[in-house]
């Protein structure tokens, strides 16, 4: 098969890649993605994410798992990753979350040019159908639909309370570029009559609608194996399909789209990063690139959670079943109730320290007990409150375990080895039950599940971070933009030394931005297709 573009991973980035390319109808598009069709009720009814985030069985998810981590006690973390059109936007908490406006403005500071804040705007409006309408910093005629929480919890509204009492400030929007505060999530949901309530994931918002498009080919279950190069010109992936080897030539690009973990793993598993990573396994060299895999920074997440005898969220119990049951034909006839809800409901971004510029700590308010990424359950019903420090200092990287395309990545996301992340998580672990603590709580608390207590010491948060924290699921910079040596592409995003090849995903960011991460991924898309056919149109021009 020839096409002028392949794209290989249909997640955020690569279905918006795909919907966004295909609208020139000269331009013959395929698209490759190693999972299913995306379309599953467990991936449109939000709530399903608690059967598809632990990883059983691997369904509509990559379930990777990291190399033991020193400042983890020596555990495994967990990394799961959407393997299903939409990716990891199929599978999340559907957070619609940009960040800081500082983030994107030192990106640009250190020679992303084309990358601030101002400049990263209109990609972000562009992407946006938002249930408020447009306005200076939103959009309302783009695929993603985003749009507030359909039945927010009263338990929700009281941590919100309770976060005021403790005079932090109520803020009614996170996303204009100053996000300190704590209030409620938009979310990525439809808000649509035919669709309101399901999950918005960006294959729902970009893809489906466009997969008529006879300039578009989508290809699903196929693993990509290898990008085929001629000298140093990217031409095609080769891949396997229905257990055929199969491959895709691309006449002008190759976009890789597979993220944090999976792009740098085609990369090198195709010969292009450190040779040290490569020739061990038998792979030749086609690139020298040693960023490649590199600067992997992830969001370490540290739980607080708490029984309660209110039954009015997620819990095991009979009353819980007995209104889940009701909810269920209530989302399915109106779009609303517990099961629209992203579990996530409550969020605050807090600075540790008041002289700070900007937030250094984002928490998560869930409805439910997250014990172990939900792979272990608890009867009754909690709530849990997540804290992270926002701009983590630690650096891992991704490499490769086996010549074996089918094998996993391996990664290592170094947590905590930066004793500077340490210190920042126990001071917003404390803040937060600081939060969880105040008057407005009061009535839905029982007891602390994990053993927290009143006046602990820095060593014994330390002792109880270092032995439950992981990942809230934000892994970026493997293959990152910039202009120093270490960078893997340029802020065209294409890969330096070789010609007819980007990426454009998570990968690509230089630094964690202050927030979730799949909004700005979204955008990078965006920005990407724009420019790539900015390229197009000059050299029709030209001809």
Not at 209 to 237: C, H, Q, S, W, Y
Not at 388 to 399: D, H, I, K, L, T
Request: proline residues 5%; charged residues 25%.
């Amino acid at each position: 098969m020839s096409f002028d573009y392949v794209i290989v991973g249909g997640g955020s980035a690569g279905s918006t890649m795909a919907a966004r390319l295909s609208e020139d109808p000269s331009a013959k598009v395929c698209l490759l993605e190693a999972g299913g069709g995306g379309k599953s009720i467990l991936l449109r009814a939000p709530a399903g994410v608690v059967a598809v985030l632990p990883g059983h069985g691997k369904m509509f998810n990559w379930a990777f798992n990291t190399v033991p981590q020193p400042g983890l006690n020596g555990r495994k973390g967990y990394q799961p990753r959407g393997k299903a059109l939409g990716g990891s936007s199929a599978i999340n908490a559907m957070l619609y979350v940009r960040g800081h406006k500082s983030d994107y403005d030192s990106w640009a500071e250190d020679g992303c040019e084309g990358w601030s804040w101002d400049e990263c705007l209109p990609y972000f409006q562009k992407s946006e159908n938002n249930e408020h309408g447009a306005d200076e910093f939103h959009g309302d005629a783009g695929p993603l639909q985003v749009s507030d929480q359909k039945s927010p919890r009263p338990i929700t509204k009281a941590f919100v309370k309770a976060a005021t009492e403790l005079q932090h400030r109520r803020r009614e929007d996170f996303n204009t570029g100053e996000n300190e505060g704590v209030g409620l999530y938009q979310v990525t949901q439809f808000h649509d009559k035919t669709k309101n309530g399901e999950r918005c994931s960006a294959a729902a918002g970009y893809l489906f609608p466009v997969m008529d498009r006879p300039n578009l080919t989508v290809v699903t279950k196929a693993r990509a194996a290898k990008i085929l190069f001629e000298g140093k010109r990217a031409t095609g992936i080769a891949y396997r399909c229905g257990g055929k080897n199969e491959t895709a030539m691309a006449a002008k690009e190759v976009i890789l789209c597979g993220g944090a973990f999976n792009s740098p793993q085609l990369l090198q598993l195709s010969g292009v990063g450190r040779p040290d990573d490569i020739v061990r396994h038998g792979i030749g060299m086609v690139h020298e690139l040693p960023g490649v895999g590199q600067n992997l920074q992830d969001h370490l997440d540290f739980i607080l959670a708490y029984k309660t005898s209110d039954t009015d969220n997620f819990g095991i119990g009979l009353s819980g079943t007995v209104r889940l049951t009701s909810n269920i034909l209530r989302w399915w006839r109106k779009g609303t109730g517990m099961i629209a809800t992203p579990f996530a409901e409550g969020a605050a971004f807090l600075k540790t320290d008041p002289t700070l510029e900007r937030p250094d700590i984002q928490l998560h308010f869930v409805i439910s007990v997250v014990d172990n990424h939900a792979k272990k359950l608890h009867l009754g019903y909690g709530y849990s409150c997540h804290v992270c420090a926002v701009r983590p200092y630690s650096r891992g990287e991704v490499f490769l375990q086996s010549a074996d395309p089918m094998a996993d990545p391996g990664i290592d996301p170094k947590f905590l080895s930066d004793p500077r992340d340490l210190e920042t998580t126990i001071k917003g672990a404390k803040m937060t039950r600081e939060i969880l603590e105040a008057p407005a709580m009061a009535k839905y608390r029982k007891r602390e599940l994990f053993g927290v207590k009143d006046n602990m010491t820095d060593d014994e948060w330390e002792q109880h971070i270092r032995a439950r924290a992981d990942t809230i699921y934000h892994p970026i910079g493997t293959c990152k933009m910039g202009v120093d040596d270490m960078a893997v592409v340029d802020p065209e995003l294409k890969v330096h030394g070789l010609d007819g090849l980007r990426v454009v995903d998570a990968s690509i960011m230089p630094t964690l931005i202050g927030g979730n991460t799949n909004a700005p991924t979204i955008m990078i898309a965006e920005k990407a297709a724009d420019m790539i056919k900015g390229e197009n149109a000059l050299a029709v021009a030209a001809e």
